[in-house]
């Protein structure tokens, strides 16, 4: 299910990526009927234009939303829907229990340990 969820998520990248290049490719495979039913020039066979006119106006659509860039709300959405998810899928590390990291206090609040052959009052010399 992971490895499914990875290649998907793998595939939806790319397809971002390359928008562009697929709208190009579209246009290659179907320039007949892209011809037929979108070209503006359709009716002037000199221009030669076979549906690029179309293909400029999709292209330029594409990178419009480009520079747009995300909108506020749809990263607000993210940021409010996908963290509660992450409670219900399966954690790839194991947890384990926090180790206390200090001891507790003794029961008049403080506590000095001094270790005695180190710490001594300073003398005087006479």
């Not at 697929?22 to 979108?38: E, G, P, S």
């Not at 749809?74 to 990291?101: C, G, I, N, Q």
Request: glycine fraction near 4%; charge should be positive; include cysteine.
């Amino acid at each position: 299910m992971t490895r499914f969820l990875a290649y998907f998520l793998c595939f939806l990248l790319l397809l971002q990526t390359f928008n562009r290049e697929l709208l190009v490719v579209n246009y290659q495979l179907q320039k007949d009927q892209i011809t037929r039913l979108f070209c503006v020039n359709k009716d002037k066979p000199r221009m030669r234009c076979n549906g690029r006119c179309h293909l400029a106006k999709q292209l330029r659509k594409a990178s419009d939303t480009e520079r747009k860039g995300p909108q506020a709300g749809v990263a607000k959405l993210k940021y409010e829907v996908l963290p509660p998810l992450a409670r219900f899928l399966p954690s790839p590390l194991p947890t384990y229990p926090r180790p206390v990291l200090f001891a507790p206090l003794p029961a008049n609040g403080y506590a000095l340990a001094l270790v005695q052959a180190i710490f001594h009052p300073p003398t005087l010399r006479a």
